[in-house]
């Protein structure tokens, strides 16, 4: 059964850092790309960025380049997103996803985890 | 790159059939077979529906169904069930640089 869970959310002052981890189980960890999607309180999914399978190609969008780094560990199984100069609006649940392909929609979610920005 | 519209509700009677639009442009949508749908209910992750337009996975219902023409792909949900009240997401492949583009999202109640 294929298995993500994330961790790492929390509270977090503007301007603090935080780094998600995402533990995959139950399929062959490297052979997939692996995604974040984020969702704001009440609000709709939004995607954040993606990771190819051997994480040499990397992809986010406008509002998270140059803060948040997308990176993986496939010796452990584990995919990381490092979130630095945070802001309000990165309030959200972060989901771990996993795709085929990079060029591809995801196909298996985590539960998400938390992330709340506030002073 | 914008958010994929869709309706903000939509609402059925238990065994009616409703269809969800999903609108987008020619450089998503439009432009690649790589459309999805998903199923959210509250506090819990997405569900993946239907997958590169049309395609369902193992273990999800023929009653929900998705097609194509242009911009624009939808999502049927037929012999509707008091449990398909959910929010529900479509997501397409919008290239090299956006890489994915959501749907706004679409809440379904069954009355």
């Known amino acids: 059964e294929v298995q993500l869970l994330e961790s790492g959310g929390g509270l977090v002052q503007p301007g603090g850092s935080l780094r998600l981890s995402c533990a995959a189980s139950g399929f062959t960890f490297s052979t997939y790309a692996m995604t974040w999607v984020r969702q704001a309180p009440g609000r709709g999914l939004e995607w954040v960025s993606t990771?190819?399978?051997?994480?040499?190609?990397?992809y986010s969008t406008d509002s998270v380049k140059g803060r948040f780094t997308i990176s993986r560990d496939n010796s452990k199984n584990t995919l990381f997103l490092q979130m630095d100069s945070l802001r309000v609006e990165d309030t959200a649940v972060y989901y771990c996803?996993?795709?085929?392909?990079?060029?591809?929609?995801?196909?298996?979610w985590g539960r998400g985890t938390l992330v709340t920005v506030s002073s | 790159q914008s958010a994929l519209t869709q309706p903000a509700s939509v609402s059925g009677s238990p065994g009616q059939s409703i269809t969800i639009s999903c609108t987008g442009t020619s450089s998503d949508v439009g432009n690649y077979n790589l459309v999805s749908w998903y199923q959210q209910h509250p506090g819990k992750a997405p569900k993946l529906l239907i997958f590169e337009v049309s395609k369902r996975p193992s273990g999800v219902s023929y009653r929900f169904s998705g097609t194509k023409s242009g911009n624009t792909a939808s999502l049927t949900i037929s012999g509707l069930q008091t449990d398909d009240g959910a929010d529900y997401y479509c997501?397409?492949?919008?290239?090299?640089?956006?890489?994915?583009?959501f749907g706004t999202g679409t809440k379904v109640t069954v009355l």
């Open positions: 996803a996993r795709s085929d392909v990079v060029a591809s929609t995801p196909n298996y």
């Open positions: 990771l190819s399978r051997n994480g040499g190609s990397s």
């Open positions: 997501c397409s492949y919008a290239g090299s640089t956006t890489l994915l583009v």
